[in-house]
C-alpha cells in the first residue's frame, strides 16, 4: 500500500532554517510528481512547492519562492524540502502528496495521497 512518512520537522527560530523528509513506499516513485503542502491552525490545506516526477522542473507557491527549495532522490524514493529564513507564518503541520500523475498540480485536490504530516513551529 501506498506509503507518506514526513520527518525532519521542529522548533526554529526566526531566520532559521529546517529540512523536511517524506519517505516514500508501495509505489514506484519516480513514476509521479510530488508536492508539500501545509496546514496553519484554523485554515485550509495549502499547497507549497511541487516538483516533476524526474525532478527537471520545480515549483512554489508566491509566499515561499526564494527561501524553500524542493528536491527528490529517485533512488532513495524520498522527497525533500529545504525551508530557509523561515518566518513565524510558515508555522504549520507539512504534509507531502502524491501527484495523480507526472505532472504537478498546484491544487490539493489534484493529489491522492497524503502523509501524516511534520510539525514545523517558527517562533523566538
Known amino acids: 500500500q501506498v506509503q507518506l512518512v514526513e520527518s525532519g520537522g521542529g522548533l526554529a527560530q526566526p531566520g532559521g532554517s529546517l529540512r523536511l523528509s517524506c519517505a516514500a513506499s508501495?509505489?514506484?516513485?519516480?513514476?509521479?510528481?510530488m508536492s508539500w503542502a501545509r496546514q496553519a491552525p484554523g485554515k485550509g490545506l495549502e499547497w507549497v512547492s511541487g516538483i516533476y516526477s524526474d525532478g527537471s522542473d520545480t515549483y512554489y507557491a508566491d509566499s515561499v519562492k526564494g527561501r524553500f527549495t524542493i528536491s527528490r532522490d529517485n533512488a532513495k524514493n524520498t522527497l525533500y524540502l529545504q525551508m530557509n529564513s523561515l518566518k513565524p507564518e510558515d508555522t504549520a503541520l507539512y504534509y507531502c502528496?502524491?501527484?495523480?500523475?507526472?505532472?504537478?498540480?498546484?491544487?490539493?485536490?489534484?493529489?491522492?495521497?497524503w502523509g501524516q504530516g511534520t510539525q514545523v513551529t517558527v517562533s523566538s
Open positions: 508501495g509505489f514506484t516513485f519516480s513514476s509521479y510528481a
Open positions: 502528496g502524491r501527484s495523480r500523475g507526472s505532472w504537478v498540480s498546484f491544487h490539493v485536490g489534484e493529489y491522492d495521497y
